[in-house]
């Protein structure tokens, strides 16, 4: 009887998670990616981009963790069309680069679309501030190079 009771218990909780709203959904998709991003596990964060666009994401994130640090990650709105289909998240960064420890900060438009029971990453521009965040490493690429043409003369 007791089987009985928890497998009743556990298929119960399956239904009620499956049905979980999709402001839930997209919300749990774009906390989940940005966490993952401020902690270097741009791995972990590349499985909630769509994969068309999963390549991209990976180049334009490279740097993160080796030529610049977060210090802070602020989702500041997440909207959902009235479709479901589609959302649109703002998210500020407050970052450093590692080559000169100066603070930066850069605010980013993610774009999701509904994706296999949840949402996935579509895009992401720069809307406002620095925005050598989604390029770190050639940006500071381009500073060294800038530097060792200036130590040159």
Avoid at 94 to 122: C, F, K, N, P, V
Avoid at 126 to 145: Q, S, Y
Wanted: net charge negative; charged share 20%; hydrophobic share 45%.
């Amino acid at each position: 009887m007791r089987t009985w009771a928890l497998l009743l218990v556990f298929g119960m909780t399956g239904c009620f998670m499956a049905n979980t709203s999709p402001a839930k959904k997209i919300s749990d998709s774009v906390q989940d990616l940005n966490e993952n991003t401020r902690w270097g596990r741009i791995g972990d964060a590349a499985l909630l981009v769509e994969p068309g666009y999963r390549d991209a994401f990976v180049a334009a994130h490279q740097g993160w963790g080796s030529d610049i640090q977060l210090a802070d990650t602020e989702i500041v709105h997440v909207q959902i069309a009235s479709d479901a289909e589609h959302a649109n998240a703002i998210v500020t960064y407050s970052w450093y680069a590692m080559d000169t420890m100066t603070l930066h900060e850069t605010t980013i438009r993610q774009r999701w679309a509904a994706h296999s029971g949840g949402y996935a990453l579509t895009s992401e521009a720069v809307i406002k501030g620095d925005p050598r965040l989604l390029n770190a490493t050639a940006a500071n690429g381009a500073n060294r190079a800038a530097a060792e043409i200036y130590s040159a003369d």
